[in-house]
């Protein structure tokens, strides 16, 4: 494919097609080289856009966690309480399966205290506060909360994308039941 004639290409564009090429190949083969190849642009052109792969890594991690919000608050609209719970789950895992690539970029920015990186995460931990409100949960304690539902739902992803559940059960029954779990425990605080 010969390079496309000089088209000024948006942030958005770039990293929809570093969202494809990751959730195709892995996350691992997002270089500089293949994506200005899948555009069909020369590689220094994304030096407009990227400081180096490090700064298009962290862009891919803030455009993942960005989809993930969007995906989790939509699940959340028009729900409370364990209805609500049960929803941004579902929508949770549903992301990680169909979208394998961008929900492991989300967790490899090269610097995770990067200021930007957290702000964009911090949505993420305040809607998921707001739901848990209806458990009477705050301060430190919705936070440890919030900790342990994140930790659930990606153990849950990870464990399913590397094929660690071999057993002959429904996946989606077995969150259920796990989301169940943690909505009983987190009722006893």
Known sequence: MSPRPKVALELIEILDAAAEIADQFGTQEVTLANLAKKLGIRPPSLYNHFDGLGDLRKKMAIYGIERLYEVLAQAAIGVAGDEAVMAI???????????????????????????????????????????????????????????????????????????????????????????????????KN
């Not at 990680?96 to 931990?125: C, F, W």
């Not at 659930?152 to 002959?168: N, P, Q, R, T």
């Open 89 to 187: 789950s579902k929508a949770y895992v549903h992301f990680a399966r169909e979208h394998p690539g961008i929900y492991e970029a989300t967790l490899m920015a090269p610097n995770m205290e990067d200021e930007e990186v957290q702000l964009t995460g911090s949505k993420i931990v305040d809607l998921t506060v707001r739901i848990l409100q209806a458990y009477r949960l705050e301060g430190e304690t919705a936070l440890h909360a919030v900790r342990g539902f994140r930790s659930i739902l990606h153990g849950f992803s990870s464990l399913e994308k590397s094929g660690g559940f071999k057993m002959a059960l429904n996946l989606d029954e077995s969150l259920e039941i796990i989301i169940k779990a943690f909505i009983n425990g987190i009722r």
